[in-house]
């Protein structure tokens, strides 16, 4: 069996930090495999506790991010209306084109109206059910 470290970066906004604690608990907090594939992730998210929040000015937060971003494998992006509002996750969706990393978008909770940003940026769309989101991380992953 061969096993497949492979770095997830999850976009999201705070005031919606629920689809990332729930994105988060189903990559990084089981044990997952494909096949022969045993997948370990690792998380290369900006959760709350991550000192980037001390970036002085948004020059550093977004050098920072594109940090991150620059060293994932895969970009996980909940797809929610909220999205088309948020200047940082417009720039997470820059940064992933600037490094080339595949975007995936996840329909939070099976909302109706869903971001056009994201999914107009989105190598892949998945719902909101984790065994379809770690499919879609193997695949994009594998390119």
Request: aromatic fraction near 12%; charged fraction near 15%; include cysteine.
């Amino acid at each position: 069996m061969s096993n497949h470290q492979i770095h997830i970066f999850i976009s999201h906004a705070w005031a919606y930090s629920d689809h990332y604690d729930i994105l988060s608990s189903w990559i990084f907090e089981e044990s997952w495999s494909v096949g022969q594939a045993s997948l370990t992730f690792c998380d290369y998210s900006v959760p709350k506790n991550n000192p980037i929040h001390n970036a002085l000015n948004d020059v550093q937060l977004k050098n920072a991010i594109y940090n991150q971003i620059s060293r994932s494998h895969v970009i996980v992006i909940p797809s929610g209306m909220y999205a088309n509002y948020s200047k940082w996750i417009k720039q997470e969706i820059k940064g992933s084109k600037t490094y080339n990393k595949p975007i995936l978008a996840v329909n939070p909770f099976g909302q109706q109206k869903k971001s056009g940003v994201v999914l107009d940026n989105a190598d892949k769309a998945v719902g909101w059910n984790k065994k379809p989101v770690i499919s879609a991380i193997w695949n994009l992953y594998r390119g």
